[in-house]
Nanobody, 124 residues
Framework: QVQLGESGGGSVQPGGSLRLSCVVSGYTYSGYCMGWFRQAPGKEREEVATINNLHETTYADSVKGRFSISEENGGDILYLQMNSLKPEDTAIYYC??????????????????WGQGTQVTVSS
């Protein structure tokens, strides 16, 4: 069973930075597609950033140029560097994993594994 655990959330002022981490444990194998999601009260879950087995990344328009997703330790640690934070970034942030489809960068649709979430609050 694959388990994911987020950390690094907290409260910051607008314009500040945070770095979220997601540790992947349990039985794992190379080639997972990873992602960060966020959800604020009363709002739908939003895909923030993804990275596939080819280390190609995608970002929501709302975070482009401010957030950066990356991996270390062969994909066992996932990061989300968040700079120039805005109040609208306030949410619970989740890391998630899904299996890759092939070696051309395609991932399966289902986000199979999820972390517990970490709270990010941006306010003055």
């Amino acid at each position: 069973q694959v388990q994911l655990g987020e950390s690094g959330g907290g409260s910051v002022q607008p314009g500040g930075s945070l770095r979220l981490s997601c540790v992947v444990s349990g039985y794992t194998y190379s080639g997972y597609c990873m992602g960060w999601f966020r959800q604020a009260p009363g709002k739908e879950r939003e895909e923030v950033a993804t990275i596939n087995n080819l280390h190609e990344t995608t970002y929501a328009d709302s975070v482009k140029g401010r957030f950066s997703i990356s991996e270390e330790n062969g994909g066992d640690i996932l990061y989300l560097q968040m700079n120039s934070l805005k109040p609208e970034d306030t949410a619970i942030y989740y890391c998630a994993a899904r299996e890759f489809y092939d070696y051309t960068g395609h991932c399966l649709d289902d986000w199979k594994y999820w972390g517990q979430g970490t709270q990010v609050t941006v306010s003055s």
